[in-house]
Structures are given as C-alpha cells and as structure tokens.
C-alpha cells in the first residue's frame, strides 16, 4: 500500500494527464460529445424497463422498476466501461510503454479515471430520477461512498489483471465483453435477489458483485443499512482481488516492452 | 571520476515467435520448440562517464536501439547489472505519446509530463518550447493535422526543455529540413557545453564524428569495441566495405 501512494505522489501529474488526455480526446470529435455517456445508459434503461417492467414482473419491494433498475445500472455501467478501457490501455499506450519508463500501472489506473466523468453525469441523471419518482432522502444514502470504494477496489483488481493477461494474450480484449455479459447477468440489476432460489442463493451471492449492488439499493432506494455479510464478503473478497492483481502486474509489467 | 551509467555483463533475450494469440498458444502445444530464444545483447560492460558523449554504432539488428532501451529502463535485463545514475530523457522516438485528437498545447502538456516535468515548469517553458519548434501559429491545432516535420520538431522541443543528466538520441538527426537539423546540432553542442552526458545512435559516420569522443561497435549483440571514435568508425567503415 505504502508503494502504492509513494508512486501515485511521484506521478501523479503523469496521472492526471493520462486521464485527461481520454477524456478530452473521446468525444472531441462526436457532435453530441459527452451527451454520449448519459444517452447510452438512458436507451440501455428504456429498453430494460420496457422490457421487464411488461414482460417479466420484477418484485422491486415497492419501487418502480425504472427507479430500482437505474440504482443498479449506473454502478455496472461504470464497472463494465471502466473495466473495457483498463484492458485495452497497455496495447494502446504501446508507444509510451516501449519509449518511456513510467510505472506501468498509471495506464490501466488513468484509463479507470478517465471514466469517472461519465459516471458523474450518470449520478446526475440517477438523482433526477429519484426526485421525479418520489424516491424521499434517506441517511443510508450517506454510506453510498464506502460502497463505492469497495466497488472502485474491484475494479482497479480486476482492470490489473486483465490489462496485464491481454498484452500477452489479445484475445482478451476479444473475451472480455462476453465475460461482462456473463457477469451482468449474474448479478442482480435486472432482477431482484428475491427471485434466485433459496438452493442457489450461497452460489449467487460468490459473485462480489451481488453484494456490492445490493447494499446500493440498500442504502438509496430503501433507506436500510447497507453493510450486512454478502457486503463484508465483497469487501474482503475486492481487496483480495485488489492484491493479487498488483502482484500478477508487477511481475508481468517487466516484459511488457519486449512483448509489444 | 564517477560513472553515470555503467553495465556489468548484460544480456538480453527476446523470445522469437511469441504466443500474442490464443490460437497460437494453442497450435504451438502439437509443434513444441516453436519458441527460440534470441539474444539481441549478450554479455555487454561498459561505463561512461559524467559529461562523456558516446555513440554507438553497428548493423541494423545489432541491439543498439536495446540499449538505450536498458539505459531508459524501459525493458528489463536478462541477466546482468545496471546502474543508471540521473535524469534520463529518452529522444527515442520524438512524439510518442501524443494524441492526435489534441492539440500541440495540450501535447505539450501531455507529453510535457510524461517527460518528468511539473505542470508549473510546463508554464514557464511554454513560450520557449513553442519558440524553438516554430509552430505559433499551429500550437491550437489538433497534431493530427501536422506534418511529420511539425511533429518531429514539437516532439524534440519539448524533449530538449526538460533539461536531463543523460540524453538519449536515436537516430531522429537524420529526418527533419536542413534548417531544423542545425538548430538541433547547436542544441546538442549547449547540451554538450553543459556537462551533460549523451549516448547517440547513428548510420551518420559524420554526426558520430561530429560529437562523440567515445564510440562503441556493436555487432550480433557483443561489443567489439569501446574507446576512440575515429578508430572504431574506420574499423566499422573498413568491415561494411569487406562483407
């Protein structure tokens, strides 16, 4: 950990940048430019809704599907695009990392950064909705940050090891979105966790994802204290995956340049 | 006095035929020694010394260019030791890490750094780094609109103004108009006035003979020599006649 921030001071201007530089370059050339990041997850919502709330009766414990829906897929969206990104940033930083010595994880990390500003405006679009469906203020709503470590932890673990995997394997980056289909759908933001059968709930609740979102509908649609066992396990169970994705880094990051 | 930069016994292997593709990975288990090492260094020592400037010559393929990679730290040895001591700021390849989409100011700042700079160095170098790459007029231009010539020279302003201990050059004298080429002679000659130390690698016998006091011959990854540069050039020049 102690290297962690030692690394972040010394580069932490190279840090920003990086981000910077993905943020400003992605939509600069679209008309709509960031309206994008707000718009996709707005069409994914209708969809889903249009979908389930007709189709599939989802039981939401009183929250109007949209409302119970959004709460989920703002988190995932973050996750999965943060994720889609962080893998492909070694390969696509290549001139940097054959040219230049930088600690290699800033790409994986920047590329996670560059990615809040979508979320932000999500988060924007997330309250409107809670205002416009009644959804009242509640104090749980204040824990919302401590979920979102634990989900920020998930993420840079996870983005370590897969950018690391796909510079030796691309075939990765070619994997990874059906992994996040995969994954999606194993983690309740459709659903709810009542419609699992009770046989199947240990398994489900495995996925670290299941509890992270859970205590988000938690805390922001039904005001209940979010930090219950499945959170604690995706907790310890984040900062493992946290761990060994550094390790498994470190260790490949010297061969990046000669793999390249 | 003390050396800036000193290998003791390096070598470096590259794996030929590397498994990028899972099919590859895959194919290569019913065909085994698919995978030869190759050894682009082998058993290399050497030290240069503060304020020394030395080239390196050889044949294309002959591990130059991993050198001044080891040196910037940017690939790991194989076996060996290496001791670097300094800022080191690698001309290897002028404007990597530019983003086409952005314009040459925000490159600057960008690449500026990548580099090692701090933002507020950036601002108070800005004027001279666009000063010396002549682009007024195009600095709030998105580079993917340069010439090459314009981005060579904003990625070779911004790599002199960081003002390092050891200067890595390859081969980037060689592109650029005649005009833009002594600009960067002079500035190699202020950086050598300064004490600096500089490892070039050049085909041009006559830069080489032009700064360095040192050469080192490099052929299949050894080192044949290391010492006066007219006498390592005219060996080199008297071999490429021979074969």
């Keep these: 950990m102690k290297e962690i921030i030692d690394i972040y001071k010394k580069y932490k201007e190279v840090f920003w940048q990086l981000a910077y530089r993905e943020i400003k370059a992605r939509y600069k050339q679209s008309v709509l430019g960031y309206a994008w990041a707000v718009i996709v997850p707005l069409l994914n919502l209708l969809v889903l809704s249009v979908v389930f709330s007709n189709l599939f009766r989802v039981p939401t414990g009183g929250i109007p599907y949209p409302v119970f829906l959004f709460a989920a897929l703002v988190p995932w969206t973050f996750l999965s695009n943060a994720i889609t990104t962080a893998t492909g940033s070694i390969i696509s930083n290549a001139s940097l990392v054959t040219k230049v010595y930088l600690p290699r994880e800033i790409f994986p990390l920047a590329a996670i950064a560059s990615k809040s500003i979508d979320l932000l405006l999500t988060c924007l679009v997330l309250v409107i909705f809670l205002f416009f469906y009644g959804v009242s203020f509640k104090l749980t709503m204040l824990l919302v940050p401590i979920i979102f470590l634990v989900q920020l932890i998930l993420i840079i673990g996870v983005s370590l090891i897969l950018s690391a995997a796909n510079v030796f394997f691309r075939d990765i980056e070619n994997i990874q979105s059906v992994f996040l289909t995969i994954w999606m759908y194993l983690t309740p933001i459709i659903y709810s966790t009542e419609q699992i059968p009770e046989s199947l709930k240990p398994l489900f609740y495995l996925n670290p994802m299941t509890g992270i979102i859970n205590a988000y509908r938690d805390a922001i649609l039904f005001g209940k204290f979010p930090v219950n066992l499945p959170f604690i396990y995706s907790s310890i169970f984040s900062l493992f995956i946290l761990a060994f994705g550094f390790y498994f880094f470190r260790k490949n990051s010297k061969y990046f340049a000669d793999v390249i | ?243």
């Design chain 2, 1 to 243: 006095m003390e050396s800036v930069i000193e290998f003791k016994s390096i070598s470096k292997k590259y794996k030929r035929g590397r498994r990028l593709f899972l099919k590859q990975a895959l194919l290569d288990l019913f065909r085994p020694n698919k995978q030869e090492d190759f050894w682009a260094l082998k058993d290399i020592s050497f030290k240069i010394r503060k304020s020394e400037t030395v080239g390196i010559i050889g044949d294309n393929g002959s591990g130059k260019s991993t050198i001044l990679k080891l040196i910037a730290g940017v690939v790991a040895p194989t076996s060996g030791w290496i001791s670097v001591n300094g800022k080191v700021s690698p001309l290897i390849e002028l404007g990597a890490g530019f983003h086409p989409e952005l314009t040459g100011r925000e490159n600057i700042y960008l690449n500026g750094t990548i580099l090692g700079l701090t933002e507020r160095e950036i601002d108070k170098k800005f004027d001279e780094i666009v000063a010396f790459s002549e682009l007024e007029n195009f600095i709030d231009t998105p580079v993917k609109h340069y010439s090459s010539g314009m981005y060579m020279r904003l990625g070779f302003s911004i790599a002199i103004s960081v003002d390092p201990d050891i200067l890595l050059i390859d081969e980037i004298l060689a592109v650029g108009d005649i005009s833009f080429q002594k600009k960067c002679f002079e500035k190699i000659k202020e950086f050598k006035r300064k004490e600096k130390t500089i490892v070039i690698i050049s085909h041009s016998m006559e830069v080489i003979r032009m700064f360095c006091e040192k050469a080192m011959l490099i052929r299949n990854g050894r080192c044949i020599g290391f010492g006066d540069t007219k006498k390592l050039v005219g060996s080199y020049i008297k071999y490429q006649d021979n074969s």
